[in-house]
């Protein structure tokens, strides 16, 4: 798979054809095409890279949700691979598989996902073999993070670990104060992200080396989403904070009122976060001056996906709502088998998800009406990856790959 295409134009005004090649298997797949108008000198080179799911949620802003075309057939499994369990200083009993702040990462040739088994994984995209695996100490949660050739993982062994992504070996590493649980934003050679430690960070890239640590905010569970230069986090004591990215200020604070483990959704000058005590909640992107709340019937470890005027949101009481954007007025819910601890990514107009007794769902956006479900383990608390229409889920003890056979 090309990282990148490259265009040459001999004459000014000219009209490119970019191919922004998302693949679903390696070497291969289909590459969707974009006619832009450019004023472009002689001999000039222009790069493009393709869009990747390189992070929670596909960017630092949480704003990419995947990408189709959507197979015409209907998913079936097209590989599966087994993870392990480990038991750790911070849990006796053993854990396994993917953690509900999970979702691979992918470039489309392969997809990294740490495991509660203790390694970082990196597997080929086309048929699931094993790469390379890198050994923590403890159970990981988070999303690796992508960045150029380098893979930044952490979970709960309280450090961060910068990777080469080619073979899985370690450049360095950066000890916090405890456990790491959210996807770390990368940005123009900065690393970002908060800990249970209850403190919010800044490292360099190239040798991760502390730029700032901010005062105790307080343990964060989920990722931050990074907009306009600032920082949105919410805190297991019940806090949204906005922050300077430049030096980790604090800018506003409001109040959730109960744990949230969300990543907060940052569109169209609102904020949403949910929380512990099932509501989902709105706020001023610019004060913090709370917008509406709805209660759902239970708690919620999953986060908002703004979509179209939409937030679309699981809660453990087994529905995944669909709620008017300005208002928080109910649009739809579907009744599901089973709590759902997963963030459900929209893509091409349908609700993508699973639930913690291993079902997977396709719901159709617009009014929740099934369009698909399949089995596929005991427990999914984990975020699917998709891309160009290929699906990667990981439940207790699996990562999977779902699409359509031929579909490639």
Not at 148 to 154: E, L, M, S, V, Y
Not at 212 to 227: A, P
Request: net charge negative; glycine share 12%.
């Amino acid at each position: 798979m090309k990282n990148s295409i490259e265009i040459r134009k001999a004459t000014g005004l000219a009209l490119l054809v970019v191919l922004a090649a998302l693949l679903s298997g390696c070497g291969g797949g289909k590459a969707e095409t974009k006619t832009v108008e450019s004023d472009v000198r002689p001999a000039e080179t222009i790069r493009v890279r393709p869009i990747i799911v390189s992070t929670w949620l596909g960017n630092p802003s949480r704003t990419f949700y995947g990408s189709g075309p959507w197979p015409s057939q209907p998913l079936e499994v097209l590989w599966s691979v087994k993870t392990g369990a480990m038991a750790g200083p911070l849990h006796k009993d053993a854990w396994g598989g993917s953690a509900w702040p999970g979702q691979p990462s992918t470039n489309g040739e392969r997809v990294y996902f740490g495991s509660a088994d203790g390694y970082v994984y990196c597997l080929n995209t086309r048929d699931g073999s094993v790469v390379w695996k890198f050994k923590a100490s403890d159970s990981l949660k988070a999303t690796p993070t992508i960045v150029g050739d380098k893979i930044i993982a952490n979970g709960l062994d309280h450090y961060i670990y910068c990777l080469r992504a080619e073979d899985g070996s370690l450049v360095w590493k950066y000890k916090t104060g405890f456990e790491v649980d959210g996807s770390v934003a990368a940005i123009d050679g900065r690393l970002y992200f908060g800990g249970e430690d209850h403190f919010f960070y800044c490292l360099n890239l190239e040798d991760g080396s502390l730029v700032y640590k901010t005062e105790k905010l307080g343990s964060m569970e989920g990722s931050c989403t990074v907009i306009d230069g600032r920082i949105y986090v919410g805190t297991e004591q019940g806090d949204l904070y906005s922050l300077n990215m430049a030096n980790g200020a604090t800018i506003w604070k409001a109040r959730i009122g109960a744990d949230s483990d969300s990543t907060p959704a940052v569109v169209g000058g609102l904020v949403y976060t949910a929380a512990e005590d099932g509501n989902v909640t709105a706020y001023k992107q610019e004060t913090g001056e709370r917008v509406w709340t709805f209660k759902t019937g239970a708690g919620i470890w999953s986060s908002p996906v703004v979509k179209d005027g939409r937030v679309y949101i699981g809660s453990s009481d087994q529905n995944m709502y669909c709620l008017t954007a300005d208002k928080g007025q109910l649009v739809w819910r579907y009744k599901t088998h089973a709590a759902v601890w997963g963030t459900a990514p929209v893509v091409d107009g349908r609700v993508v998800f699973g639930d913690k007794s291993g079902w997977f769902y396709v719901l159709s956006a617009e009014d929740g009406k099934l369009i698909q479900e399949l089995k596929l383990g005991d427990n999914i608390n984990a975020t699917p990856a998709i891309m160009q229409g290929r699906i990667y889920i990981g439940t207790s003890n699996t990562l999977n790959a779902l699409g359509a056979e031929g579909s490639e």
